[in-house]
C-alpha cells in the first residue's frame, strides 16, 4: 500500500518560515520526480515545486527565491524548505509521487498575523 505522509505545517506571522516533509512508502522512490503542489481556497491546486530523481529542481515563479525543494533517498522524504512566507502563501500543500501519480493527504500552511 502506497502512503504518502505530509507534516510540518501549521500557522506562521508574515516573514516566518516552516519546513513540510512528506514521507513515502510502498512505492519506490528514488527514479521518481517528486513535487510539491498546493491549493488555495476557491483556487485550482498549482505546482509549488519539483525535484527530480538526479536533483534537479524547478519552481513556480511566485516562490522562487524563498522555497527549496530537497529530497533523502534514504530516507524516502522530499523536503519543503519555506521562508519569508507570505499571506498568500496560505493553502493546503501536497506532495506527489510524479511518475505514478500518488498523492499525499495534505498539509495546512497559514501564514496570518
Known amino acids: 500500500q502506497v502512503q504518502l505522509v505530509e507534516s510540518g505545517g501549521g500557522l506562521v506571522q508574515p516573514g516566518g518560515s516552516l519546513r513540510l516533509s512528506c514521507v513515502v512508502s510502498?512505492?519506490?522512490?528514488?527514479?521518481?520526480?517528486m513535487t510539491w503542489y498546493r491549493q488555495a481556497p476557491g483556487k485550482q491546486r498549482e505546482l509549488v515545486a519539483g525535484?527530480?530523481?538526479?536533483?534537479?529542481?524547478i519552481y513556480a515563479d511566485s516562490v522562487k527565491g524563498r522555497f527549496t525543494v530537497s529530497r533523502d533517498n534514504a530516507k524516502k522524504t522530499v523536503y519543503l524548505q519555506m521562508i519569508s512566507l507570505k499571506p498568500e502563501d496560505t493553502a493546503v500543500y501536497y506532495c506527489?509521487?510524479?511518475?505514478?501519480?500518488?498523492w499525499g493527504q495534505g498539509t495546512q500552511v497559514t501564514v496570518s498575523s
Open positions: 506527489k509521487v510524479d511518475g505514478p501519480g500518488y
Open positions: 525535484i527530480t530523481s538526479g536533483g534537479s529542481t
Open positions: 510502498g512505492t519506490i522512490f528514488s527514479i521518481y520526480t
